[in-house]
């Protein structure tokens, strides 16, 4: 399985949104939580239409000196005083960062047709997922198969999904999900956990830091990839958390762990920040540290993972993305999904009968200044792919991006134009990720 992660995966074009910064957030009103139960949409009280949300680590943020931005509707670190850009993300790569994700959309999907209400709304299997393993999908659109989100789902129980999607998309998935629940008319109850924490804890001694704050005989050396675990944590009164889910995987390319605070069980406010608090004291400030938005971006991009309202959108295909993996063979020969009728014949080439696809999503290494989104890819002239998303790598010190390009010239090795600021930059595309990736997978 290739990297995973549920955190910033979708959020407006982080380059724009930096651009944009010019005041600091003063107050959020929590967005109504929505609960759905065989096709019936009931809301919580709350106040729709708040300016920006804050996520429970907001204080901690500003007592530890963040930069705060406006962000998937929240206000949210950038980067943090006393480190830059880089800084954070060389740091995230030798030891290991502590990242807010608590804008990121938590779901509860539970009932005897929940699996098959997922398989229906994502190519992936569910029914035969076995117990607390996670893996990363895609919801579709009818008819198109455009990608609506990526989302990370994990199997807690029988019936029973966790669902991780991005807070960009908020508005349209929720209308989505409440539309789609009320076509398919079975048994499913749908829970949004509005108010929650999560955070990510990634890095190669993200592991030993963990391990010094569990309340719960936890084996992390078992734990791998894709797995996940209830556990307790202490805090440093000596008391311990609610129980907390803890997933192995992240966003960066690094072994980590996404840690949710279920803020519909527990209180979420109260427990997020002093586990966060623990975690930072135990590790200390030469083992972990707080990072933000900035490095986040280049540590994924890094990773050849994709941002939702960049690498993908709701025109685009996961055959087209590079992300037909995510399709499993049964899924592959049964159908049922939606959209199946247009990427099951994607899957098999024109040159093999197929429908093949008209572009492909890349890697390219650029010369010169660094290509940011919107640049055009040209060949002898001629416009033949975009650049999606684009940054100078800290660790490879060279400029990296990520894009789609026509259909044959999407292999390694080939050379094209990248127009940066009106000027053509030689292009060479790449395989990704960019960065090797390090997530704890044992011998399998």
């Known amino acids: 399985m290739k990297g995973f992660g549920s955190a910033v995966r979708s959020a407006p074009r982080v380059q724009a949104t930096l651009a944009r910064v010019r005041s600091r957030v003063n107050s959020a009103v929590p967005a109504p939580r929505l609960n759905r139960r065989h096709g019936e949409a009931r809301y919580a009280s709350g106040v729709a239409g708040a300016d920006l949300k804050k996520t429970p680590l907001y204080d901690l943020h500003v007592a530890h000196g963040g930069k705060m931005v406006p962000f998937a509707g929240h206000s949210m670190p950038v980067q943090y005083a006393g480190a830059s850009l880089a800084d954070s993300h060389h740091f995230t790569r030798n030891h290991a960062s502590l990242f807010d994700v608590s804008h990121m959309l938590q779901h509860i999907f539970k009932g005897p047709d929940a699996a098959t209400f997922l398989e229906r709304v994502t190519p992936s299997g569910w029914g035969n997922m076995g117990g607390m393993q996670s893996k990363l999908t895609t919801f579709l659109w009818p008819g198109t198969g455009g990608i609506v989100d990526d989302s990370v789902i994990t199997r807690l129980g029988e019936d029973e999904y966790y669902v991780v999607t991005n807070g960009a998309c908020f508005e349209k998935d929720t209308k989505y999900l409440d539309e789609q629940l009320g076509q398919f008319g079975g048994s499913v ?256």
């Open 189 to 444: 109850e749908w829970t949004r956990l509005d108010g929650s924490g999560l955070v990510a804890l990634q890095g190669p001694q993200a592991a030993e830091v963990l391990k010094e704050v569990l309340a719960t005989g936890v084996n992390l050396d078992g734990l791998y990839f894709g797995n996940a675990v209830w556990a307790d944590l202490k805090l440093a009164d000596g008391s311990k958390t609610h129980p907390v889910l803890i997933s192995r995987g992240g966003y960066t390319g690094e072994d980590g762990f996404e840690i949710s605070f279920n803020g519909k069980l527990y209180p979420a406010l109260e427990t997020t920040a002093p586990a966060v608090e623990a975690l930072l004291k135990a590790a200390g400030p030469e083992r972990l540290q707080l990072a933000g938005l900035g490095a986040r971006d280049s540590l994924r991009l890094e990773a050849g993972m994709c941002l939702y309202g960049n690498d993908l959108d709701d025109t685009t295909t996961p055959v087209e993305a590079g992300l037909s993996w995510i399709i499993p063979k049964e899924r592959r020969a049964a159908g049922g999904f939606h959209g199946a009728e247009v990427i099951i014949p994607q899957l098999t080439p024109k040159s093999k009968g197929g429908a093949g696809v008209e572009r492909r999503r890349v890697g390219f290494v650029v010369e010169g200044a660094p290509a940011r989104e919107g640049a055009e890819v040209q060949q002898d002239g001629q416009t033949v792919g975009k650049i999606t998303s684009g940054v100078p790598s800290p660790t490879l010190g060279k400029n990296i991006a990520m894009g789609y390009v026509k259909d044959g010239l999407h292999k390694a090795g080939t050379e094209l134009d990248v127009v940066v600021r009106g000027r053509k930059r030689k292009g060479v595309v790449t395989k990704m990720p960019f960065a090797p990736t390090r997530y704890h997978k044992g011998n399998a």
